[in-house]
């Protein structure tokens, strides 16, 4: 499993807990897990760019 | 007819008597049970299928289940680790988790493990809010 393998399967677990539990409606909660997602993911990536270039 | 209302109430009302903390600790024991005995089936399986998921992946990348605590670092792994109540307990029995991490991805595995933990508590919280009505 890779970093990136990794970073992924830990971002779809806890959005899906953090949807269903934070957010009321399905619909909400669908959309609220998709969000912890992007972030969790994205920031992932940010700052592994941030880091490769400081370590330049 | 005008006693449909009623009988949902009632009904509703049912499912409110007996100890108000069951949800909690059973969804702390097994994750997802707080939920499945609420009856919201769907969220219990995908929170136990998530926790569930997270955990064993953290076993799999032969992470280390925490036994002791020596220092602050391991009181908050070994509280985040009992998070995930009997499964916990389960693994510490039959011997899975490494003592130390020996691999690279054993730190990964270790963290994944602690927050299938606190992530099993939030969700045990959830199904104790969803019995008090707090919330819907």
Known sequence: ??????????????????????????????????YCFVLFAGSA???SWVMFLIAR | MATAPNNTAAAKQDSKQGFVYLPLIAGWLVPGAGHFLL??????????ASILGMFAMG???????????HDILDIL????????GLLYVLSRAIGL????????????????????????VIAAVDAHNLRTGRKA
Not at chain 2, 39 to 48: D, I
Not at chain 2, 59 to 69: E, N
């Open chain 1, 1 to 34: 499993m890779t970093h990136f393998t990794a970073v992924l399967f830990f971002a779809l677990f806890a959005s899906v807990v953090f949807g269903i539990t934070q957010r009321e409606t399905p619909k909400r909660m669908v959309h609220y897990g998709i």
């Open chain 1, 45 to 47: 990536v940010v700052l």
């Open chain 2, 39 to 48: 009856g919201k089936w769907y969220r219990g399986a995908l929170l136990a």
């Open chain 2, 59 to 69: 076993i799999a990348m032969q992470g280390k289940l925490y036994s002791g605590a």
């Open chain 2, 77 to 84: 792994g070994l509280v985040g680790d009992l998070g995930n």
């Open chain 2, 97 to 120: 988790g490494a003592d130390q991490a020996q691999v690279t991805t054993a730190d990964y595995g270790t963290r994944f493990i602690v927050v299938a933990g606190l992530l099993n």
